[in-house]
């Protein structure tokens, strides 16, 4: 297991367009989150799974952004009708219930939107 | 509101001293709390998470404590190494959420 998968790494697009990113967690962790986090601030929490179901999502998403974990394993995070206030780093973390709950965050998606 | 503030927002030390970060938060009823080093332009790594029920964690050269009651936790770092440079950040989980509210996070460098 290569840990937490994020895709792409870097995405630069015009305001206006739609983004997408994807997230592959580890394998047996059915817990999962997406978080936001721009330069010299903590993540900022976006959304939680439990396997395919959103459990906990955050008001300060617009909807413009809606996620996805449609079975239960990778999960996807959109982005429509970018704004220049979009341009971040996306973070995605996974965990397993009954555990610790410790998270294992990806690398990220850094977005830049122009 | 629930709020997680971290003090300071920058340090800088010699090598091989004893350091200690702090998180602050509000509400007492937490779930558990959790500390990450990030190193610049990387996704987190988790350092040490500790209980509500525990007192204190351990992991190498590093110790977290946590004291709900006054609604504080430290991250002391012995023996501090150049290795060590990076942002801490301590999240908090509350009881009755999934989520977990990340301070800013404390930048340290640790000086050869």
């Known amino acids: 297991d290569t840990g937490v998968s994020q895709d792409p790494r870097h995405k630069i697009t015009k305001r206006g367009q739609n983004v997408t990113f994807r997230c592959d967690p580890i394998?047996?962790?059915?817990?999962l989150y997406w978080y936001r986090q721009t330069l010299g601030q903590g993540p900022e929490f976006l959304t939680y799974?439990?396997?395919?179901?959103?459990?906990?999502k955050s008001r300060l998403l617009s909807d413009r952004f809606s996620a996805e974990r449609p079975k239960g394993s990778f999960s996807t995070l959109e982005i429509q009708r970018t704004e220049q206030g979009d341009s971040a780093m996306y973070l995605c973390?996974?965990?397993?219930?009954?555990?610790?709950?410790?998270?294992?965050f990806g690398a990220g998606s850094r977005l830049t939107v122009l | 509101k629930q709020e997680v503030t971290q003090i300071p927002a920058a340090l800088s030390v010699p090598e091989g001293e004893n350091l200690v970060l702090n998180c602050s938060f509000t509400?007492?009823?937490?779930?558990?709390l959790q500390w990450f080093r990030q190193d610049p332009g990387k996704g987190l790594t988790s350092l040490l998470l500790i209980q509500s029920s525990q007192r204190e964690q351990t992991s190498g050269r590093l110790n977290a404590s946590l004291d709900k009651s006054s609604g504080r936790s430290t991250l002391y770092i012995a023996a501090s190494q150049p290795g060590d440079s990076a942002t801490y950040l301590c999240?908090?989980?509350?009881?009755?959420?999934?989520?977990?509210?990340f301070g800013t996070g404390t930048r340290l460098k640790v000086l050869a």
């Open positions: 999240a908090v989980r509350w009881e009755g959420t999934y989520k977990y509210i």
């Open positions: 394998s047996e962790h059915n817990r």
């Open positions: 509400d007492s009823a937490i779930y558990n």
């Open positions: 799974f439990q396997n395919e179901a959103q459990l906990e």
């Open positions: 973390a996974s965990s397993s219930v009954g555990g610790a709950n410790v998270l294992t």
